[in-house]
């Protein structure tokens, strides 16, 4: 009796236990099959910044607060260095451009003539220009035609029949050709308008601070991306332009040579006389000024002065202070 006792009571145990589990293992769920797909897709990775962008907030680190401006352009926020004049009377603002690769307060050019002018009665806003993408490469690709068999070219049949296979190939890289310039001519245009829109915003906060008188000075590419501005939305705001060391973009239309004789303002072309190309490209302006019937162009050679940066940037400034002055300062 004992044992038959036992193993009754066993059974009773086990009969009650057994609901348990099952509510237990009702309680906890398997994962859903979408909750585990989010757990298992990566992490979305955040758009990097142009390297524009990287070296603006480079510049907001080491730049004083009150120097910094951000400014609208379209959808861009862009940062510009803004000096006023240390006068009471300014005679106006200059609005700098850097070239491709520069920032607001590049040590060559952009940096002396903004810090300086201020000291000569120039207020001066230097901007940060959108990373160009007409100039990122653009690798050719063109699918290479299949090898056609091995025929006998000695006779006449075999020649003719292997001439459709080559101008298809030569067909193929046409198009591929055509696609590359066309691609390139929109690039181009957008990187126009961007920094168009740039421009446009550092011409009315020039206007907002009341300035007498606005110059536009491009250095590098800058210059050719301001000659062109002005050729394009010829702003009455703008009253004199300065080219330095002006350079012409990759796959850029039409070239500087072209834009400065139409430009309907003085304008100033500091160049360097010892590089042999620049000089051949600043002759080509200067011819092409010569050949309207009315030119306000006019053109100053500089000399560099390897290994003294310091006595070369102040040269630059001194020639420029001395075409936009009244009174022109003696070197």
């Given amino acids: 009796m004992p044992f038959v006792y036992r193993s009754a009571l066993n059974a009773l145990c086990l009969s009650l236990l057994l609901p348990c589990a099952l509510s237990v293992q009702a309680a906890d769920p398997a994962p859903a099959a979408g909750d585990k797909a989010a757990q298992e897709k990566p992490a979305e990775r955040q758009p990097l910044l142009e390297r524009s962008q990287e070296d603006a907030l480079a510049l907001e680190r080491r730049i004083p607060q009150q120097e910094q401006q951000q400014l609208q352009a379209g959808g861009d926020t862009f940062l510009a260095l803004w000096k006023p004049a240390n006068t009471s009377e300014p005679q106006g603002a200059v609005i700098i451009v850097p070239g491709a690769g520069e920032t607001a307060d590049w040590p060559q050019a952009i940096a002396p003539l903004r810090n300086k ?41 075999a020649s003719t029949e292997a001439k459709p296979i080559e101008q298809a190939a ?8 055509r696609a590359v310039a066309e ?5 181009s245009k957008a990187d126009a308008e ?14 907002q ?13 800058g210059a050719y991306w301001a000659a062109r501005y002005l050729s394009e939305k010829q702003p009455s705001q703008v009253q004199k332009f300065v080219m330095v060391a002006a350079q012409v973009p990759t796959n850029a239309k039409p070239p500087l040579a072209e834009l400065t004789p139409t430009l309907k303002l003085a304008t100033a072309d500091f160049f360097y006389k010892d590089t042999p190309l620049a000089q051949k490209a600043a002759l080509e302006r200067l011819q092409a000024s010569k050949r309207q019937k009315t030119s ?26 001395g075409w936009l002055s009244p009174q022109p300062v003696a070197d």
Avoid at 194 to 202: G, L, M, S, V
Avoid at 209 to 221: E, M, P
Wanted: aromatic share 4%.
């Fill in 117 to 157: 002018l201020p000291d000569v009665e120039w207020s001066s806003l230097s901007l940060t220009l959108p990373d160009l993408s007409s100039e990122a490469s653009m690798p050719r690709i063109v699918e290479a035609a299949p090898t056609p068999p091995t025929k006998d070219t000695s006779s006449k049949d």
């Fill in 296 to 321: 306000t162009f006019t053109q100053i050679a500089l000399k560099a002065l390897p290994g003294n940066s310091a006595a070369q940037q102040e040269q630059l400034f001194r020639r420029v202070r």
């Fill in 194 to 207: 961007r920094i168009f829109a740039r421009i446009d915003a550092a011409l009315a906060f020039a206007e």
């Fill in 209 to 221: 601070q009341n300035a007498r008188s606005i110059v536009l000075l491009g250095h590098g590419t």
């Fill in 183 to 187: 691609s390139t001519e929109e690039q």
């Fill in 170 to 177: 030569g067909g193929e890289a046409d198009i591929a050709d």
